[in-house]
């Protein structure tokens, strides 16, 4: 936006903002659409009072945006990046069908450090990769100016966006409801923020992997629908790096290294979302034991209705579905025992990212890609001491929770009960 506006500016142009709403995108439900689309028009509204034009068009960027741009005289397009292979293609298609002398910029706002200057190739692990954001970091950790009132009104008004209309075009699952929990918009995440840096960030460093803890930044719906930057969280989780400065430098580390080491491998790795993105010796353990008896074995229908014998388990599942979110250490409990339960790594891999992105507020993102590919297929992670089933892969067990934390504590939140194992016919 900051470079759309500069770029205007520079050419004494009006600005226009054109959001391409789709009807359909991967395992999204109204859960996911009915917070981007509320967060839109507070868009819309900051829009107006700056005097920029906002548009909503109904479709694929393909087909919309050249003639939005014929229409409009548009001069320039600017996008953000995504290292997603969808939102990846439609760049590509955008490209190919805007007239030739139409110049396309492509800006990374998702990161701190944009994600070609942070790396030019897959990193193998954090510790490969974190030196390398760390240098670059004081380049791009800048506070933003603020996008100004545009001077250079268009001659052509935006057309009132009709979002009833928008919502009535969606071909998405209206099964899955909004939460409760999380208001969508800029307004709300800052809140967010402003709360998390106030109560919880002085236990984020000592208390984030307990689940029944109030610990967590709970930011990441608002990151993901780019709603609120990691740079804006990180420049005012700063603020307080002389009272929390292990909270500070733990919080740094997930929303700077963590997180753009995601961003990383799904830029670089075309096969993000599947057993052939792993390493080869990931490979070649979960292939050893492809074959190994499973003590039990779920359907997809028992993951989704929470209908397992363990009922640590279950109430992950059920926050999942009801919250559309899973405490951060209990989402890796969660997918690493989907593996253990299910036929095949590929089958467990396809099932825990279906969950992800249908349920999780955050799903279809980089981080939740490269969490499930960490907990089944050993991404940035190294070989363990082998066993059944997992082979190499680090493993998780139900015990090792007990000494982390009150299970019964969290299972009391969730209400997951045991249920008694149905062997497959």
Known sequence: MLFAQRLALKNKLSLHVAFCLVPKFLEATIRHYDFMLKGLEEVASECQNLDIEFHLLLGKAEDVLPQFITKHEIGGLVTDFSPLQVPQQWLKDVKEAIPKNIPMCKVDAHNIVPCWIASDKQE????????????????????????????????????????????????VDETIKPVEWATPGTRAGLNTLNEFCLKRLKKYATKRNDPNEKALSNLSPWLHFGQISAQRCVLEVKLYKKQFKDAVDVFIEEAVVRRELCDNYCFYQKNYDHIEGAYSWAIKTLNDHKKDKREYLYSREAFVEARTHDELWNSAQIQLVTEGKIHGFMRMYWAKKILEWTATPEAALETAIYLNDRYSLDGRDPSGYVGCMWSICGIHDQGWGERPVFGKIRYMNYKGCKRKFSIDNYVAMYGGKKHKYIPPS
């Open 124 to 171: 193998y692990s954090a510790k490969t990769i974190r030196r390398k954001i760390h240098d670059k970091l004081h380049d791009f950790l800048s506070k933003f100016p603020p996008v100004a009132k545009h001077p250079y009104k268009s001659k052509y008004q935006a057309e009132p966006v009709d979002w009833t209309a928008a919502r009535n075009s969606l071909e």
